[in-house]
T-cell receptor, first 113, second 113 residues
Framework: AQTVTQSQPEMSVQEAETVTLSCTYDTSENNYYLFWYKQPPSRQMILVIRQEAYKQQNATENRFSVNFQKAAKSFSLKISDSQLGDTAMYFCAFGTSYGKLTFGQGTILTVHP | NAGVTQTPKFRVLKTGQSMTLLCAQDMNHEYMYWYRQDPGMGLRLIHYSVGEGTTAKGEVPDGYNVSRLKKQNFLLGLESAAPSQTSVYFC????????????FGNGTRLTVT
């Protein structure tokens, strides 16, 4: 079974600054994906970024990028130029066969003006 | 373009009552999933389906049943609700599982008293 751990229950950052959210996982599988999802107060689950485990290059999506360390089983999310709209709960997730996801506990991110 | 629609959005049940949550997707996706979200625990997979007429157990299936009689619909049933089933329930779908992103519904908040 897979486990996903987010060790930071809450984080805060000033607008326009950079913040990094941590995530570690444990698995014996070789073929998997990793994801970061954002959940704003509206409760909607929004995909932020995803990383294929077989790709060494770190994924980026505009202001969002990941630091994927496969040997260390670490998958952190960096948000650059933070905006007020980035305030949300962020979930790290591990994806395996049939698209089943295992989620971490979540990190509440607050962006202050 | 509706995407994934969950019905109802809110529901209050008494212990022992039954109910069915409906998930409908209009994207012709093969895979569908039911998750529950509890505070401090992220989302956990209840049941999933890899195609019309198929269902399989996830991480926390006890107390729930599902059916996928039509490709576009995935029903989650509670035969005898318990307070431990108070949660927010999310339905999701994807085209083909592992290497395609999940599309989530907006969730159903269920309270069992």
């Amino acid at each position: 079974a897979q486990t996903v751990t987010q060790s930071q229950p809450e984080m805060s950052v000033q607008e326009a600054e950079t913040v990094t959210l941590s995530c570690t996982y444990d698995t014996s599988e070789n073929n998997y994906y990793l994801f970061w999802y954002k959940q704003p107060p509206s409760r909607q689950m929004i995909l932020v970024i995803r990383q294929e485990a077989y790709k060494q290059q770190n994924a980026t999506e505009n202001r969002f990028s990941v630091n994927f360390q496969k040997a260390a089983k670490s998958f952190s999310l960096k948000i650059s130029d933070s905006q007020l709209g980035d305030t949300a709960m962020y979930f790290c997730a591990f994806g395996t066969s049939y698209g089943k996801l295992t989620f971490g506990q979540g990190t509440i991110l607050t962006v202050h003006p | 373009n509706a995407g994934v629609t969950q019905t109802p959005k809110f529901r209050v049940l008494k212990t022992g009552q039954s109910m069915t949550l409906l998930c409908a997707q209009d994207m012709n996706h093969e895979y569908m999933y039911w998750y529950r979200q509890d505070p401090g625990m992220g989302l956990r997979l209840i049941h999933y389906s890899v195609g019309e007429g198929t269902t399989a157990k996830g991480e926390v299936p006890d107390g729930y049943n599902v059916s996928r009689l039509k490709k576009q619909n995935f029903l989650l049933g509670l035969e005898s609700a318990a307070p431990s089933q108070t949660s927010v329930y999310f339905c999701a779908s994807s085209i083909s599982g592992l290497n395609s992103p999940l599309h989530f519904g907006n969730g159903t908040r269920l309270t069992v008293t």
